[in-house]
């Protein structure tokens, strides 16, 4: 379904060059939650930018369902950390999560369905009217994904939207996630700086290396496909999961495409379970 191919960004300023991505390669299938982690700085938000069509790569291609992305694609939706900045302070929560909708007219009636629904399934089925200043960080961040749900898309694209939230909405937010991913199908990348959350919300965890940017490793996390805040996050697996995925970004604060050569196996692999 989403195929990235060798991409490669390097920015070009007047005085600097900036090479963020060296050269990245990966899958992501119909329907699967992938999370994506690496060091602050690696280029985990240019990678989203680039897959979301925002962003014109310097080499290589991203590919969704065969056809090359060259612009924002139907059928992709975005949410972003800054959730302050994606929300119009001057439109109540239903017309900030309307709004994408208007390009697809759909009818008034179908559009007023996809919005309530959307607000029910974030929790925010009574703030139809609040304006996003008066709403916590958390609901602020609801509002975004209901934007997202209600658009109905076949991708979703989050670049570590949680980072600004407290720990107890962060995990209800998580859990709110995956029961959104399971009873809409669709396909979910999250980037996350949080080791604990790439262990907890993913089938697999892509783990990239510093700048100039690869694919460390591409990490199954196998622990059962129901989860939940307690007994997940205290199972033994769950810890041996964890320590290695931390231990891999140690690593991958040394690693990078620089490194590449020197770096024995699990550099760039392809899906593997490590021998723990
Ligand atoms: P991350 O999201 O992993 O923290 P970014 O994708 O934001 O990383 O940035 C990757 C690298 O590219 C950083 O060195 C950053 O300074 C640089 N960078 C990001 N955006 C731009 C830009 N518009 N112009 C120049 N350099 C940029
Ligand atoms: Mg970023």
Request: charged residues 25%.
């Amino acid at each position: 379904m989403l195929d990235v191919r060798n991409l490669q960004k390097t920015y070009t300023g007047r005085n600097r060059t900036v090479e963020a991505l060296r050269s990245l390669s990966f899958h992501i299938d119909a329907n699967e939650l992938v999370c994506l982690v690496g060091p602050s700085g690696c280029g985990k938000t240019t990678l989203l930018k680039c897959m979301a069509g925002l962003l014109a790569p310097t080499g290589g291609e991203v590919m969704l369902d065969g056809r090359p992305v060259s612009g924002p694609p139907p059928g992709m939706a975005v949410v972003f950390q800054e959730y302050g900045r994606s929300l119009f302070a001057w439109m109540n929560v239903r017309d900030n999560v309307a709004l994408p909708l208007r390009r697809k007219k759909l009818g008034k009636a179908r559009e007023k369905e996809l919005v309530d629904h959307a607000l029910e399934v974030v929790g925010l089925a009574d703030a139809h009217h609040a304006y996003p200043w008066q709403l916590s960080g958390g609901m602020q961040q609801r509002v975004a994904i209901a934007r997202a749900v209600a658009y109905e898309p076949k991708v979703l694209l989050m670049d570590e939207p949680f980072a600004a939230v407290d720990a107890q909405t962060r995990a209800d937010l998580e859990d709110l996630i995956r029961r959104l991913w399971r009873e809409l199908g669709v396909t979910v990348l999250f980037v996350t700086h949080d080791i604990d959350e790439a262990v907890y919300l993913g089938q697999r965890t892509i783990i990239l290396s510093k700048s100039p940017t690869v694919v460390q490793e591409d990490l199954t996390i196998d622990l059962p496909d129901e989860r939940d805040q307690l007994h997940t996050r205290s199972s033994a697996r769950f810890g041996e999961l964890r320590a290695h995925v931390y231990e891999q970004i140690q690593r991958a604060k040394h690693h990078s495409g620089d490194t590449e050569a020197s770096v024995p196996s699990a550099a760039g692999a392809a899906t593997a379970t490590p021998h723990l």
